[in-house]
C-alpha cells in the first residue's frame, strides 16, 4: 500500500521488540502497522481503525505486547457528539480494542492528551495532558478495566514522556 495526502497526523510511534512499528494517523482514526528491514526500508503491513472522531496522537507499547493509543480529539466538526478524550488499548495483531478510559472533566473540550508511557507489566500508564498541565496515572494491570489512580502536575503543556531503560524513571 502506498501512503497518500489523506493519511491524517502521524504524532505517535511506537515500535515492537519484533521491528514492528506503530503509527497513529491522528485525523483519519487509523493505526498504520510497518516492517523496517535490515536495511531501513519501511513497507506498510496493514492498518487498524480506531473509533471515529478518536484522533491517535501518542501510542505506547507494553511487554506483553498491548497497544496503548492516547486519543486526543481535537475539535471534530465533521461528527454530531465529539467524542472525549481517552485511551484505548488494542491487541494490535488483531486490531481489536480490549480496553478504553474516557476523560472525565469539567472544563470544555478535550485535555489534550499527546504521549503516553507504560510499565513492561502493563500496571501504570502515564498520559501526559497538554491542556491540563499534568501526567495522568491510569491502572492498567486490567486493560479492559482502566481506572485513573493519580494525577501528577507538572507545569505548562506536558507533549512528550519517556520512561529510563528500567521504567523506573519518568521523563516529561
Do not use: M
Not at 511506537?14 to 493505526?31: E, S, V
Not at 480529539?73 to 478504553?100: C, M, N, Q, Y
Not at 501504570?124 to 479492559?144: F, I, M, Q, T
Not at 520512561?163 to 523506573?168: A, C, F, N, V
Amino acid at each position: 500500500p502506498t501512503l497518500n495526502k489523506a493519511n491524517g497526523l502521524y504524532y505517535g510511534l511506537a515500535f515492537a521488540p519484533d521491528g514492528t512499528l506503530y503509527a497513529a494517523q491522528g485525523a483519519a482514526d487509523r493505526i498504520v502497522v510497518a516492517k523496517i528491514d535490515g536495511d531501513g526500508k519501511l513497507t506498510i503491513q496493514r492498518r487498524f481503525d480506531t473509533h471515529k472522531g478518536d484522533f491517535p496522537s501518542g501510542l505506547a507499547l507494553d511487554g506483553r505486547g498491548l497497544l496503548y493509543v492516547v486519543n486526543n480529539d481535537p475539535d471534530t466538526p465533521h461528527l454530531d457528539k465529539p467524542t472525549p478524550a481517552s485511551v484505548a488499548i488494542f491487541e494490535p495483531g488483531a486490531g481489536k480494542e480490549v480496553g478504553r478510559f474516557v476523560f472525565e472533566s469539567d472544563l470544555p473540550g478535550s485535555n489534550f492528551p499527546l504521549a503516553a508511557a507504560v510499565l513492561a507489566d502493563g500496571s501504570k500508564l502515564y498520559v501526559a495532558s497538554e491542556r491540563d498541565g499534568a501526567v495522568y496515572v491510569l491502572d492498567g494491570s486490567k486493560p479492559e478495566a482502566l481506572k485513573q489512580v493519580a494525577k501528577v502536575e507538572t507545569g505548562s503543556h506536558p507533549v512528550a514522556l519517556c520512561l529510563d531503560e528500567p521504567r523506573q524513571r519518568l521523563f516529561v
